[in-house]
C-alpha cells in the first residue's frame, strides 16, 4: 500500500478509455502533472481480451492506472445490448485489474458511475448505500458489472494488499459528451435542441417529462481533477462518490441551457415521456472531507459544453 500523499511526479500512467468522455478528460488534467500518460489503442489491445491486456501491462508497465474504460450508454443501449453490457465490462475490468496486480502496479482508480445504487436509495446518496435494495432494471446489466468490479478492487485489496481504489461519479457533461439525441443524457440533449430551435427560430424547446425531477451535474474537468485527486488523497476499501454536491430541476437546468445558447424559447413538456426517478443526488461529503471541491459551475460549464458541440457539431451530429 502506497503512503499519502501518493506522488505522481515521474510515474507513467495508464488511462485506459483514453478516447471516452472521461477518459480524454483525465489525459487532459495529467498534463499538469509531471508524469508520463500512456494510452492503450483500440487496435493494438482489445481490452476484452486477457492475453492483450497482460502483454500490454507486462510491456509498458505502469505505475499508476486510470481504468476509464468501459461499454456505456442510456436506457436505450442497455435495453438492446445486455450482454455486451454485461460481459464486455467484466473482461474489462477483470483484465486490467489482474494484469494491475500480476505486475505490480502501484495503484489504481477504478471507475463506476450512481447507477450502481438501488433505485430507491435514500437521498443524498451515500456509499453505504450500495447492495441495500434492488437496481434500477434498465440499467441492471451496466450496475451489475459495475459492482463486480469494485468487489473485485476490495478482494485485490484484501488478498494482495494492491491499493485499488473506485470512484463512483455522479451525471456528467461538459466536451466529448454524447450528443445523439436517441442516446444522450439530458444536458447534452436539451443542447442540441435548444441550438436547433436557435437556427430555426423557433419559440419553444421540448423538454421531455414534466421538468420537475432533480438532478446533480458534474463538470468532466472536474470529475478527471477529483479522480486525479483520489489517486494522491484516497487509499480504502470502500468506493467514494464524486459529485457536485447540489442538484437542480430539469426544468432549472433547460433554462440555463437556453441561455448559454442565447434563445428565449419557451419550455414545452411533453409528458408522454418519462420523468424516470425522482431525484438522483450523490452524497459526496467524504471527498470533500479529503479537501477536494468542484470549480466549474452550471453556466460556466454550460458555455463551455457549448462551444464544445458548435466546433465538433458536424462530428456530432454525424
Ligand atoms: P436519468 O438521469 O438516468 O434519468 O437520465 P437522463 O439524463 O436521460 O434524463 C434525466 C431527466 O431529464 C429525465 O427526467 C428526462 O425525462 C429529462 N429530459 C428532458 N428532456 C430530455 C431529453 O431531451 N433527453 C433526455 N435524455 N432526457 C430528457
Given at each position: 500500500?502506497?503512503?499519502?500523499?501518493?506522488?505522481?511526479?515521474?510515474?507513467?500512467?495508464?488511462?485506459?478509455?483514453?478516447?471516452?468522455?472521461?477518459?480524454?478528460?483525465?489525459?487532459?488534467?495529467?498534463?499538469?502533472?509531471?508524469?508520463?500518460?500512456?494510452?492503450?489503442?483500440?487496435?493494438?489491445?482489445?481490452?476484452?481480451?486477457?492475453?492483450?491486456?497482460?502483454?500490454?501491462?507486462?510491456?509498458?508497465?505502469?505505475?499508476?492506472?486510470?481504468?476509464?474504460?468501459?461499454?456505456?450508454?442510456?436506457?436505450?443501449?442497455?435495453?438492446?445490448?445486455?450482454?455486451?453490457?454485461?460481459?464486455?465490462?467484466?473482461?474489462?475490468?477483470?483484465?486490467?485489474?489482474?494484469?494491475?496486480?500480476?505486475?505490480?502496479?502501484?495503484?489504481?482508480?477504478?471507475?463506476?458511475?450512481?447507477?450502481?445504487?438501488?433505485?430507491?436509495?435514500?437521498?443524498?446518496?451515500?456509499?453505504?448505500?450500495?447492495?441495500?435494495?434492488?437496481?434500477?432494471?434498465?440499467?441492471?446489466?451496466?450496475?451489475?458489472?459495475?459492482?463486480?468490479?469494485?468487489?473485485?478492487?476490495?478482494?485485490?485489496?484484501?488478498?494482495?494488499?494492491?491499493?485499488?481504489?473506485?470512484?463512483?461519479?455522479?451525471?456528467?457533461?461538459?466536451?466529448?459528451?454524447?450528443?445523439?439525441?436517441?442516446?444522450?443524457?439530458?444536458?447534452?440533449?436539451?443542447?442540441?435542441?435548444?441550438?436547433?430551435?436557435?437556427?430555426?427560430?423557433?419559440?419553444?424547446?421540448?423538454?421531455?417529462?414534466?421538468?420537475?425531477?432533480?438532478?446533480?451535474?458534474?463538470?468532466?474537468?472536474?470529475?478527471?481533477?477529483?479522480?486525479?485527486?483520489?489517486?494522491?488523497?484516497?487509499?480504502?476499501?470502500?468506493?467514494?462518490?464524486?459529485?457536485f454536491g447540489r442538484d437542480l430541476s430539469i426544468a432549472e437546468l433547460a433554462q440555463i441551457i437556453l441561455d448559454a445558447v442565447g434563445t428565449k424559447a419557451s419550455l414545452a413538456f411533453d409528458p408522454s415521456k418519462p420523468d424516470g426517478t425522482p431525484r438522483k443526488l450523490m452524497d459526496?461529503?467524504?471527498?470533500?472531507?479529503?479537501?477536494?471541491?468542484?470549480?466549474?459551475?452550471?453556466?460556466?460549464?454550460?458555455?463551455?459544453?457549448?462551444?464544445?458541440?458548435?466546433?465538433?457539431?458536424?462530428?456530432?451530429?454525424?
Amino acid at each position: 500500500m502506497n503512503a499519502l500523499p501518493y506522488s505522481l511526479k515521474g510515474k507513467r500512467v495508464w488511462v485506459a478509455g483514453h478516447k471516452g468522455m472521461v477518459g480524454s478528460a483525465i489525459v487532459r488534467r495529467l498534463e499538469r502533472e509531471d508524469c508520463e500518460v500512456i494510452v492503450s489503442e483500440r487496435t493494438q489491445v482489445d481490452l476484452r481480451r486477457q492475453e492483450q491486456v497482460e502483454r500490454f501491462v507486462k510491456e509498458r508497465r505502469p505505475h499508476l492506472i486510470f481504468l476509464a474504460a468501459a461499454k456505456v450508454g442510456g436506457i436505450l443501449a442497455n435495453a438492446s445490448y445486455p450482454a455486451d453490457f454485461l460481459f464486455d465490462n467484466l473482461a474489462i475490468q477483470n483484465n486490467v485489474i489482474d494484469a494491475a496486480y500480476r505486475n505490480e502496479t502501484e495503484k489504481l482508480v477504478f471507475l463506476g458511475s450512481s447507477c450502481i445504487y438501488p433505485k430507491l436509495a435514500p437521498q443524498p446518496i451515500k456509499e453505504d448505500a450500495l447492495l441495500t435494495g434492488p437496481l434500477e432494471p434498465t440499467n441492471e446489466w451496466y450496475a451489475i458489472a459495475k459492482i463486480a468490479g469494485i468487489k473485485l478492487c476490495q478482494a485485490y485489496r484484501r488478498q494482495y494488499g494492491c491499493d485499488f481504489v473506485s470512484a463512483m461519479p455522479t451525471n456528467l457533461y461538459g466536451p466529448g459528451d454524447n450528443f445523439n439525441l436517441e442516446t444522450s443524457h439530458v444536458a447534452a440533449a436539451l443542447m442540441v435542441k435548444a441550438v436547433r430551435a436557435k437556427e430555426a427560430g423557433t419559440q419553444t424547446l421540448e423538454v421531455w417529462g414534466s421538468g420537475k425531477p432533480l438532478r446533480e451535474f458534474l463538470h468532466v474537468d472536474d470529475c478527471a481533477d477529483a479522480l486525479v485527486f483520489i489517486a494522491q488523497h484516497y487509499s480504502a476499501d470502500e468506493h467514494i462518490n464524486v459529485g457536485f454536491g447540489r442538484d437542480l430541476s430539469i426544468a432549472e437546468l433547460a433554462q440555463i441551457i437556453l441561455d448559454a445558447v442565447g434563445t428565449k424559447a419557451s419550455l414545452a413538456f411533453d409528458p408522454s415521456k418519462p420523468d424516470g426517478t425522482p431525484r438522483k443526488l450523490m452524497d459526496s461529503s467524504r471527498l470533500a472531507a479529503l479537501g477536494w471541491k468542484p470549480k466549474i459551475g452550471l453556466r460556466e460549464g454550460m458555455k463551455q459544453m457549448l462551444a464544445w458541440y458548435l466546433a465538433n457539431a458536424a462530428k456530432a451530429r454525424a
